[in-house]
């Protein structure tokens, strides 16, 4: 078993559909395989509210118990913005709706996965709107500070006995206005793709380091990589891309060499990107080497 409190891995049932790889399959491989104990699971607001008033949290459910099972523990994802593209699951009906009108609706969708989930003891933290403020990636950003109150406020409300998680929203942030959370959460990326090009992502761990110094001394909030990048960015999909393509931004030294730079910023935990990419590779593809790669540098 990988220690849950040195490393987790998110998980999400749409980048599995993504790859035309069963989730539930997926998600047994990661824990029963890899030895994932710490996931972090979405709870995507267009998928269990497709029709308003109308909730299906079957595929969540299932999720947890599988985890459950295994003795594992979850963050929950909270809100209309979540990992993965388009990064802000909206359902379509909230669209026809005012502003105002859409915030009421979301405060409900909240309310109805908290008072569902908070009796879980398996759920021990949540974490609200992934990189709440970027409003420069994903489609149909709606930034609403105002709104992002009221939600934390809420969760608070609800369930008092549980840390929310929040993750900054640039690659240098740090919070210093309302909400603030219990816990901040930072990407850690090191090879991205942007105008047509490859880049060198800024992080270094020394300037991680800082932050986080710079946030417990500012705020008094423990900081953690929430989502280290161990799978491609590139020109396009990864499912569209070919093997040659994807290992131009993240093969085996690539891995080793992200894991290797996140630790030197000595914080735990470390909750890895890129499981989903992983069982592809290794079931579509025959390609063992990914998740190969992985497990020497995490171990």
């Not at 880049?199 to 417990?216: C, E």
């Amino acid at each position: 078993m990988i220690d849950p409190t040195k490393y987790g891995v998110s998980f999400s049932s749409k980048q599995c559909r993504n790859f035309a790889i069963d989730p539930n399959e997926t998600l047994r491989w990661l824990i029963n395989e890899a030895g994932f104990r710490r996931f972090r699971l979405m709870g995507y607001w267009n998928e269990h509210e497709k029709k308003p008033g109308l909730y299906d949290f079957s595929a969540l459910d299932g999720q947890i118990s599988t985890i459950a099972a295994a003795g594992g523990v979850i963050s929950l994802c909270l809100g209309a913005r979540q990992p993965r593209w388009p990064e802000n699951h909206w359902p379509e009906w909230v669209w026809k709706r005012t502003k105002s009108e859409r915030t009421a609706a979301l405060l409900t969708y909240i309310k109805t996965v908290v008072e569902r989930y908070k009796n879980q003891p398996i759920i021990i933290s949540y974490q609200l709107e992934n990189e709440a403020l970027l409003e420069a990636f994903g489609e149909r950003p709606e930034v609403d500070r105002q709104r992002l109150v009221e939600e934390f406020a809420l969760v608070k409300q609800l369930d008092p006995t549980r840390p929310i998680i929040m993750t900054t929203s640039t690659s240098w942030g740090t919070p210093v206005r309302k909400p603030i959370p219990d816990i901040v959460g930072i990407s850690f990326y090191q090879t991205i793709y942007r105008d047509d090009m490859y880049h060198r992502s800024f992080h270094i761990p020394f300037v991680d380091r800082l932050r986080k110094n710079i946030i417990r001394l500012t705020i008094n909030r423990p900081l953690f990589v929430h989502e280290l990048q161990l799978e491609p960015w590139g020109p396009t999909a990864i499912w569209k891309m070919p093997i040659q393509e994807q290992d131009h931004s993240m093969d085996t030294e690539q891995i080793a060499r992200n894991i290797a730079l996140a630790k030197k910023i000595r914080v735990k935990p470390i909750d890895l990107w890129g499981g989903e990419w992983w069982y592809w590779r290794l079931t579509h593809h025959k390609d063992p080497s990914i998740w190969r790669a992985v497990e020497r540098a995490l171990r």
